[in-house]
């Protein structure tokens, strides 16, 4: 069995541990059925982002971004989308676009732009679970 394989079975079993001794009931079996299909999500790596699933609040995901001037690469956790380009959900404000002056000498940010000066989204991953708590 392949270190993969071996990882996702182990995620599998202590998630249905967690399943068994959960009296929530129905809502923690989906709660669990999630957790453990952005787990075994998170051992693929990243996605491109056209890919992406639709996100809000409560749904958020980890983006790849690229600065298309410098070619520099960064991870953004936590993000959503929105009025049409990424957002971090802890800041409220937008990863993707660039900001300019526009003809009226205002300050403009544009989270659209995908021009050689913006920075662009490229790939996705889910975002891993949180860690077990300590008992």
Same mark, same amino acid.
């Given at each position: 069995m392949t270190d993969r394989l071996t990882e996702i079975m182990h995620i599998l079993e202590h998630q249905q541990a967690e399943?068994?001794?959960?009296?929530?009931?129905?809502?923690?079996?989906?709660?669990?059925?999630?957790?453990?299909?952005?787990?075994?999500?998170?051992?693929? $790596?990243?996605?491109?982002?056209? @890919?992406?699933?639709?996100?809000?609040?409560?749904?958020? =995901? #980890?983006?790849?971004?690229?600065?298309?001037?410098? $070619?520099?690469?960064?991870?953004? @956790?936590?993000?959503?989308?929105?009025?049409?380009?990424? =957002? #971090?959900?802890?800041?409220?404000?937008?990863v993707t676009g660039k900001r300019y002056i526009n003809d009226d000498g205002d300050d403009v940010f544009d989270p659209t732009a995908t021009d050689e000066r913006s920075t662009v989204a490229t790939h996705w991953r889910p975002a891993p679970p949180a860690p077990e708590p300590q008992r």
């Open positions: 399943l068994d001794v959960t009296p929530a009931g129905t809502f923690a079996r989906i709660l669990g059925i999630d957790t453990t299909a952005r787990a075994i999500m998170a051992l693929d $790596g990243w996605r491109p982002i056209e @890919t992406a699933p639709p996100t809000n609040y409560h749904s958020l =995901i #980890d983006i790849w971004l690229v600065n298309r001037k410098t $070619g520099e690469g960064w991870r953004s @956790t936590d993000c959503r989308f929105g009025g049409g380009g990424w =957002i #971090d959900s802890r800041t409220g404000k937008w």
